[in-house]
């Protein structure tokens, strides 16, 4: 879940040293931390055109950018869109070698109507339908960027489509709840809690009442699925073929500590990024630097 970003400060320019954990080996690099303003407008990239297709008469709007062989899909969060979740990613990774898909996941943003539904069910009707999706757009072999939530159905999908991905690249992600991290979801579960900056642009999109009853709605599923045992997809994680990275803000409010170490050891092939300092949105604070690392995982 992305939106704890709203109470998050921005820094300006950071320099630090970053580990790189690839199973029992470590290497540590200099990396430069760039602070890359998210700014909520579908006009911030005025030359890329979006468009729609049709899926199982549900409306998809999406992107798609570059010329490069290796496809990717960019996976947003919970109520994110493609611009409030990926335009430093759109606009910075490298077109001449990457095609980058990103979209409104099906009752976010401008993929509705209808508004979003939320049912236990909703990570693995998202991964089914990102999948249909590609499969639309003629996509047969891909990779996917799943930030949060969206991380989650990129680990579903990766599982039950293991032909179809290539690689996996996931942070803000956990495959079960814990009980302490319903509590931090329900101190946030009011909007008029949130920062005006990143409330406004929702609010744009759903409305204030709108936004209030989804956001409530999300939040009563996450408590159902703690209520039944917390599972999300731990078992499909051994089901998990493709080569995966994990990213990981260690100063993450919303993601237990935990969890990027559960997954880094349940999924069979992976690495682990880790932001000393990053929180949350570890690809929009440190864009720069965030990209170069994804660009070479999947061009490797």
Not at 189 to 196: A, E, F, G, T
Request: a neutral charge.
């Amino acid at each position: 879940m992305h939106l704890i970003s709203i109470f998050l400060p921005f820094a300006t320019l950071t320099s630090f040293k970053n580990m790189i954990i690839v199973k029992n080996k470590i290497l540590t690099s200099k990396l430069l931390a760039i602070f890359l303003p998210l700014k909520n407008t579908r006009k911030a990239m005025s030359t890329v055109q979006e468009q729609k297709v049709n899926i199982k008469s549900q409306t998809i709007n999406y992107v798609k950018v570059g010329e490069g062989d290796k496809k990717v899909l960019c996976f947003p969060g919970a109520l994110g869109t493609i611009w409030s979740d990926f335009k430093p990613q759109i606009k910075g990774l490298d077109r001449s070698k990457l095609t980058i898909v990103a979209w409104d996941p099906p009752g976010y943003g401008y993929s509705r109507p209808p508004n979003r539904s939320f049912d236990v069910d909703f990570y693995e009707n998202d991964a089914d339908n990102a999948y249909d999706f590609m499969t639309q757009l003629g996509i047969q072999k891909y990779s996917l960027l799943g930030w949060s939530d969206g991380g989650i159905s990129s680990m579903i999908l990766a599982a039950k489509h293991p032909e179809s991905i290539e690689k996996l690249v996931i942070w803000g992600a956990n495959s079960y709840v814990l009980p302490e991290e319903i509590d931090k979801y329900e101190k946030i579960r009011d909007i008029s809690k949130w920062s005006d900056k990143m409330k406004a642009p929702l609010i744009e999109l759903y409305t204030e009442k709108g936004l209030q009853d989804m956001w409530n709605d999300w939040c009563d599923t996450l408590i159902k699925i703690r209520n039944d045992g917390g599972n999300i997809c731990k078992d499909c994680l051994v089901n998990i073929e493709c080569p995966t990275l994990i990213l990981h803000g260690d100063k993450d409010p919303m993601v237990a500590p935990e969890h990027p170490d559960y997954l880094f050891s349940n999924i069979k092939t992976t690495k682990l990024h880790r932001f000393p300092d990053g929180k949350h949105n570890i690809h929009l604070k440190y864009a720069e630097e965030f990209n170069q690392i994804v660009t070479d995982f999947l061009l490797s």
